[in-house]
Structures are given as structure tokens and as C-alpha cells.
């Protein structure tokens, strides 16, 4: 069974900030694609950010500069850190694994993580 589960958000004022870590567990981590999504108040959940299991990333552009996904095969975490950070970036962040050969017709997604920027 897959499982992703996130770790690092939290309250912070613009400018500051804040690292987020999933965990994955239940597959191969070394092979698999995963990613970020956010979710502001109101609106649609939104691509953030993906790294391949080579290390290519990804980012919308809304964050280029500001952010850096990167990923630790050996402790099967994916880490985003979010830095410049602005108020239009509060939501909800996730996780997120899409479907992909070898590993998993389904995508799977983690209980989400707030994070809260202050103007």
C-alpha cells in the first residue's frame, strides 16, 4: 500500500521561509515520479512542482525562482523549499504520486499540509 504523508508547513510572514518533506512508502521510491500540488481557499488544486526519478524538475510559474523540489532517494523523501514566499501562496500542499509504468496504474495523494503566509 502507498502512503505519502507531509510534513513542514506552518504560519510565515512574507519573504520567510519554510521547507516541506513526504515521505513515501509502499513502492520503490528511487524509480517513481512524485510531485506538489496546492490547493488555495476557493479554488482548483494546482501543479507546484515534479521531479522524475532522474531529477528532472518541473515547476509552474508562479513559483520559478522561489521554489526547489528536490528528492532523497535514500530516505524516500521529497522535499519542497519554499523561499521569497508571498500571500498568494497560502493553501494546502500536497504530496502527490501520478500514475506511472511499473510502479502503479493510480495516482495517490497525502493528507495535505497547511501552509500560511502573512502579509
Known amino acids: 500500500q502507498v502512503q505519502l504523508v507531509e510534513s513542514g508547513g506552518g504560519l510565515v510572514q512574507a519573504g520567510g521561509s519554510l521547507r516541506l518533506s513526504c515521505t513515501v512508502s509502499?513502492?520503490?521510491?528511487?524509480?517513481?515520479?512524485v510531485g506538489w500540488h496546492r490547493q488555495a481557499p476557493g479554488k482548483q488544486r494546482d501543479m507546484v512542482a515534479t521531479?522524475?526519478?532522474?531529477?528532472?524538475?518541473n515547476y509552474a510559474d508562479s513559483v520559478k525562482g522561489r521554489f526547489t523540489i528536490s528528492r532523497d532517494n535514500a530516505k524516500n523523501t521529497v522535499y519542497l523549499q519554499m523561499n521569497s514566499l508571498k500571500p498568494e501562496d497560502t493553501g494546502i500542499y500536497y504530496c502527490?504520486?501520478?500514475?506511472?509504468?511499473?510502479?502503479?496504474?493510480?495516482?495517490?495523494w497525502g493528507q495535505g499540509t497547511q501552509v500560511t503566509v502573512s502579509s
Open positions: 502527490y504520486m501520478p500514475p506511472q509504468p511499473l510502479v502503479s496504474n493510480r495516482e495517490y
Open positions: 521531479i522524475t526519478s532522474g531529477s528532472t524538475t
Open positions: 509502499g513502492t520503490v521510491f528511487s524509480i517513481v515520479m
